[in-house]
């Protein structure tokens, strides 16, 4: 984590989602590498656990209860980071959540919950937080969660899908806009692959959902199955390439390579967007 230390030591992080997984990975990552934490989640007792657990090492960790949904609570969260920590050095838009289901069987509190954390989440936190970094001037980072999802497409994922494909776009056009104003900020769009984490045990799913429930274990048996990471381990890899000013941060580069590979083929030969009979049997369980 060499880079990654002279960039970051003695700078000022936040992390939305900080109370588990990756993001729990991140803040105790910017930490180690010597930098203030403030650490911002919707769950105050899981994030509460992990401030406490960086504190004890000797490093600051602030805890901002916050709801990403609230583009409210994004602008409290960046008034009292700047107030009590002052300039932001790294911004990492992590909190997101996964959404399992039909379509037309997800209800539209659950359809807007998943665009409203995933994709205005992100936003939100850009819209708060630039103003202030342009101000001060100094070298910045901001890492946007999209995910290997982000270049594929996944049948009964479709909240999750469409807002990473979102995220990344969203990253993409940002970044350009940083080079527009030669402000000094680096955008980098991280796309981590199979993460142990308990996103999927929390995943809201319709009602009637057997058939859904299979998709779940299907999906938490390959996050915590071989050649997953854990949210610490994909930490350090995501905060090595933002250091890095990498634009897409990936945390298992061959998977990331080959999804973008079958997205370009897919693209560029206007193909039709079908599911193989395995993946069909896969799905309906
Ligand atoms: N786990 C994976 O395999 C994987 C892969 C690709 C991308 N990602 C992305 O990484 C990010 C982190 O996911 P994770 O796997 O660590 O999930 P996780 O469920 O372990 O942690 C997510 C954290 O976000 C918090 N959160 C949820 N809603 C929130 C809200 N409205 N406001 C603030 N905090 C909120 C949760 O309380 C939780 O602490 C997500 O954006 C996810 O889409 C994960």
Redesign the pocket.
Known sequence: MGQATDVFRGGVAVV?????????GLARTAAELGMQVAL????VE??ERVAAEIRATGATAITIP????DPAAIDRLAATVHDRLGDVRLLMN?????ILGLTWELPTDVWEKAI???VL?VIHGVRAFVPRMLAAGKPAFIGN?????GLSMMAVQTP?ILS?HAVLSFSECLRMEMDLVGAPISVSA??????????F??AATPKDSTRIEFHRKMMQDM?HGPG?LT?KQAAERILAGIAAKEFFVSTHPEITAQMAKQRAEHLATLSTPTLGEEAKRMLLG
């Open positions: 939305t989602g900080a109370g588990s997984g990756i993001g729990e911002a989640d919707v769950n899981r994030m916050t709801d990403v949904a992590n909190a997101g959540i996964e409203r954390i995933n989440g969660l999209s995910s290997i999802g999750y990473k991280v796309l981590p692959g199979p993460i142990a984490t308990r996103i045990e929390d996050t997953s949210g």
